[in-house]
């Protein structure tokens, strides 16, 4: 049987990205979540696969990392088909950058689901789009990976693996265990999520069976801290400003035109993608 480990994360929803000024992190306990768009393609991979290699050949456990609330993301992956949900959740993992992140998972893995041969990521994550906790995941298991894929298949005991990166359609195998993380939706896209089923969803929350791990159930020295021992370290976080300025043009329209170019005719040929000099034209007013 094919364990397949999905690794999905809750995300706030795009109109809500509250920040925390101290820390520099998303304070994700006050936004309303959902699940990755990217994550949720990985989940689909690995649902076509385990339809495609036949009844009791696959087994899929999903797990995410984050506060309590990222429940919510389990047990949709449930509803949609994942066979076991697992929340790895702790104070203490709270404001892990993607290394500490990749380590923590990679944790979680090697105790838990050693038997794991093939784990799904998506490319990147709506919050942050470093797509880097994949490889970092990979490096961490010191296992083989493929980014980017837009389809993959099952040959024997390794996947096949269809990426295009830099105008190249790549065909690529490796051997299992191995990582892949899955492309975001192009034009030929095999892995437009699923609908959640409104019955799935209502047992799979009856069910209540996500597996919730702490610290110590992973194994995490009592002074671990994921923030400090990022790291990555944020300098600050802001919204940038807006600024408009108005300018007026008066005077004969010739003159206007004749100003407007002289001034911004750059930008205006910049915008548009090619050169304008119809002003130097006479009649072109």
């Known amino acids: 049987m094919l364990h397949i480990i999905v690794c999905i994360k809750q995300v706030p929803m795009v109109s809500?990205?509250?920040?925390?000024?101290?820390?520099?992190?998303?304070?994700?306990?006050?936004?309303?979540?959902?699940?990755?768009?990217?994550?949720?393609?990985?989940?689909?991979?690995?649902?076509?696969?385990?339809?495609?290699?036949?009844?009791?050949?696959?087994?899929?456990?999903?797990v995410s990392m984050g506060p309590p609330m990222a429940k919510e993301i389990l047990y949709e992956a449930k509803a949609l088909g994942a066979d076991q949900g697992v929340l790895l959740t702790d104070p203490r993992m709270a404001g892990a950058d993607t290394c500490m992140t990749a380590f923590i998972l990679g944790k979680f893995v090697t105790d838990h689901c050693p038997d794991a041969g093939l784990i799904l990521c998506g490319s990147m994550s709506s919050d942050s789009e470093t797509a880097q906790v994949g490889p970092q995941l990979a490096e961490a298991l010191d296992i083989p990976a493929i980014g980017y894929a837009r389809r993959l298949e099952l040959v024997h005991d390794c996947v096949r693996v269809e990426r295009h990166v830099d105008d190249f359609m790549e065909l690529m195998e490796m051997d299992l265990p191995g990582?892949?993380?899955?492309?975001?939706?192009?034009?030929?896209?095999?892995?437009?999520?699923?609908?959640?089923?409104?019955?799935?969803?209502?047992?799979?929350?009856?069910?209540?069976?996500?597996?919730?791990?702490?610290?110590?159930?992973?194994?995490?020295?009592?002074?671990?801290?994921?923030?400090?021992?990022?790291?990555?370290?944020?300098?600050?976080?802001?919204?940038?400003?807006?600024?408009?300025?108005?300018?007026?043009?008066?005077?004969?329209?010739?003159k206007m035109v004749d100003t407007l170019f002289d001034d911004y005719g750059k930008i205006i040929s910049s915008a548009m993608g090619k050169d304008l000099k119809t002003h130097d034209h006479e009649g072109d007013v």
């Open 16 to 62: 809500e990205l509250p920040w925390d000024p101290k820390t520099g992190t998303l304070k994700r306990e006050t936004a309303q979540g959902m699940m990755d768009p990217s994550a949720r393609r990985a989940l689909e991979a690995a649902l076509q696969i385990k339809a495609g290699m036949g009844r009791n050949q696959a087994h899929i456990t999903a």
């Open 179 to 254: 990582l892949v993380t899955i492309d975001h939706a192009g034009e030929s896209d095999l892995y437009t999520p699923r609908y959640v089923a409104l019955g799935g969803v209502e047992a799979a929350f009856n069910a209540g069976d996500i597996r919730v791990m702490d610290g110590t159930a992973l194994g995490l020295n009592k002074g671990f801290n994921a923030l400090t021992s990022s790291p990555t370290k944020i300098i600050d976080v802001y919204s940038p400003a807006t600024r408009k300025e108005n300018r007026v043009l008066t005077g004969a329209v010739k």
